[in-house]
């Protein structure tokens, strides 16, 4: 019997550019991911991405390789919309995004859900670490108070320049532009924390969805100064939320449970290749989601 797994070569495979985000979006509607218009239209802008058209000319299946720097690229939204799955079309747009990834040098890395997960492993992709997602309605805790001496006030423009220069450190991630597009996007949602000095300790980015907020990017210099960014972003404006929690980080995870927020699913961080530093999450207190690192 024939196989039913399709290739690259096979696939007629088309770019995605920002003028298409209204034509690919239902993939995502349809999957009931969170991305909405303004999303779409950004990570297209700032990535490559690939699809297949049906020939009604609706977009089948939709895929994107997004750069953080010249050493890394994030794979995420490799959608198939329902009555063209498990003939391999998915599979078969994941190794376009490998080759384009490899062809520039550069290490994949992607975040897997558990049904996901299987499929990356036989490629090559490993663990790094795992990730919680977690939905609440609402911050119930009063305003959670950061370090003494640390002070926490909202993002400006001209703060752009000295939150890329530390995050890279922090994230191994190279993203000045998703940091200024998030800023811009929800600034009722961008706080950064300072110490005495005025230097950068902590911050904290959003951006609305279809369904929810999504809080995060958080990268902080402590757990404490991590909570207290979290919860200033949380009480700036009604949910509901979801936010993505790297396991590790417990205090976190206290802090949500007490919100009343339920996690139903996670996620693996996972490399093809190494990259250095992005195993640790240890400065990373929530993502700024799958698709964007």
């Given at each position: 019997m024939a196989s039913t797994e399709a290739t690259v070569d096979a696939l007629d495979v088309r770019p995605i550019d920002a003028s298409q985000c209204d034509a690919v979006w ?140 530390y995050d890279r450190p922090r994230t191994a991630m190279e993203r000045p532009a998703i940091l200024a597009h998030l800023a811009l996007r929800q600034p009722g949602r961008a ?103």
């Amino acid at each position: 019997m024939a196989s039913t797994e399709a290739t690259v070569d096979a696939l007629d495979v088309r770019p995605i550019d920002a003028s298409q985000c209204d034509a690919v979006w239902p993939l995502s509607v349809e999957a009931g991911w969170n991305q909405n218009l303004a999303d779409w239209r950004f990570m297209l802008g700032a990535g490559r991405a690939f699809g297949c058209i049906a020939p009604d000319g609706k977009w089948q299946a939709s895929s994107l390789v997004l750069p953080l720097g010249q050493k890394l690229a994030w794979i995420s939204m490799v959608l198939v919309t329902r009555e063209r799955r498990r003939g391999g079309l998915g599979t078969g747009l994941l190794k376009r995004c490998i080759e384009e990834v490899r062809s520039a040098g550069a290490v994949a890395g992607l975040d897997a859900t558990e049904q996901g997960r299987p499929i990356y492993l036989p490629l090559g992709f490993h663990d790094l670490y795992g990730i919680s997602r977690w939905h609440f309605d609402q911050a119930n805790d009063a305003a959670v108070a950061p370090p003494a001496s640390v002070t926490i006030r909202p993002i400006v423009v001209v703060d752009f320049p000295r939150l890329a220069l530390y995050d890279r450190p922090r994230t191994a991630m190279e993203r000045p532009a998703i940091l200024a597009h998030l800023a811009l996007r929800q600034p009722g949602r961008a706080w950064v924390a300072e110490d005495a000095a005025g230097k950068i300790v902590g911050f904290v980015l959003g951006r609305e969805g279809r369904v929810a907020t999504s809080l995060g990017p958080v990268v902080a210099d402590s757990e404490e100064i991590a909570l207290a960014l979290t919860a200033k972003a949380a009480a700036s404006a009604p949910g509901p939320f979801i936010i993505d929690v790297p396991q590790a980080h417990r205090g976190v995870r206290a802090w949500l449970e007490r919100q009343g927020a339920k996690s139903p699913r996670g996620y693996v961080r996972m490399t093809l290749g190494e990259a250095k530093g992005l195993d640790d999450p240890g400065h990373v207190f929530a993502l700024a989601g799958p698709e964007l690192g």
